[in-house]
């Protein structure tokens, strides 16, 4: 039901790395859209966007993809782009959504002129695709998807 609040869990080696409420906009099933403030404190920058204070995302999760998908707005309205984060498929239930993230991100900005693969070194690290081939796999192909949309500018089709 849209309007409804729902909790957003986001883990990543079986640790709870943030945790904040959303707004549900649509879910059907196997999709999961809610909106939420820029739930981290204060700015972060990544040198090729800012996330601050008063940012909104609308964030996308899906039950049988290996992705989630973030527009990113500013305070003014403004969006900034699309931050993508691999994860396994999202676990979505009446009170929220969890998902695991597996380190792989993709940014696109929001005219399309930059499609950034982040974090492959921490991917790499992590261990994941000697402890679960499959899930780094999927992961690897989840990011190559990604980034195809991106460069096509497509991305916003997952909206």
């Known amino acids: 039901m849209s309007g409804r609040s729902v909790e957003v869990t986001l883990t990543k080696a079986g640790r709870t790395k943030i945790r904040y409420p959303a707004e549900v906009l649509t879910e059907d099933g196997a999709r999961l859209s809610v909106r939420a403030p820029w ?16 940012d909104v995302f609308v964030e996308h999760y899906w039950s049988d993809r290996w992705f989630t998908v973030k527009e990113v707005w500013s305070a003014e309205g403004a969006l900034k782009g699309w931050y993508c984060d691999i994860t396994r498929p999202a676990v979505i239930d009446g009170s929220g959504v969890v998902i ?13 002129s930059e499609v950034l693969r982040l974090d ?6 992590s261990g994941l695709a ?19 949309l ?5 991305i916003e089709l997952l909206r």
């Open 100 to 112: 695991e993230d597996l380190d792989l991100d993709l940014w696109v900005s929001a005219d399309g």
């Open 130 to 148: 000697a402890s679960d081939p499959e899930a780094a796999a999927s992961a690897v192909v989840a990011l190559d998807e990604l980034e195809v």
């Open 120 to 125: 492959e070194d921490e991917f790499a690290a």
């Open 150 to 154: 991106g460069r096509a500018g497509l």
């Open 39 to 54: 739930a981290a404190e204060g700015v972060r920058d990544f040198g090729f966007v800012r996330f601050e204070p008063g």
